[in-house]
């Protein structure tokens, strides 16, 4: 039973690194911390909130910075499905060139 409850560790750690790698391709600075599910990406916009909400307007779902009290960065999960996060580069390669709002 707590088999079924488990974790699979070696599977997040490639989703993981398909996303560090799509992001880094992309153009992103970002921080991985050791042990988590998570990424922390700085924004490229000096508004962190509107390129949250720029990436949501694309169906395209991550964290303020703010909620962690770290305005200038976005988080994203990496416990998305596959498929999300193969969705996911593409907008966030398109994202980063956009113009950032004022």
Do not use: C
């Not at 998570?38 to 395209?60: C, G, T």
């Not at 990496?78 to 580069?89: G, Y």
């Amino acid at each position: 039973e707590l088999e079924e409850l488990s974790i699979d560790i070696p599977h997040l750690q490639r989703k993981r690194d398909r996303m560090v790698k799509g992001l880094r391709d992309a153009g992103y600075t970002l921080n991985v911390p050791d042990g988590t599910f998570y990424i922390l990406v700085d924004s490229p916009w000096p508004d962190a909130d509107a390129f949250v909400e720029h990436l949501a307007s694309q169906r395209v779902l991550v964290l303020p910075g703010a909620t962690f009290e770290m305005p200038k960065h976005f988080r994203v999960s990496v416990t998305a499905s596959d498929e999300m996060i193969e969705r996911s580069l593409p907008v966030f390669a398109a994202a980063i060139k956009q113009p950032a709002r004022v």
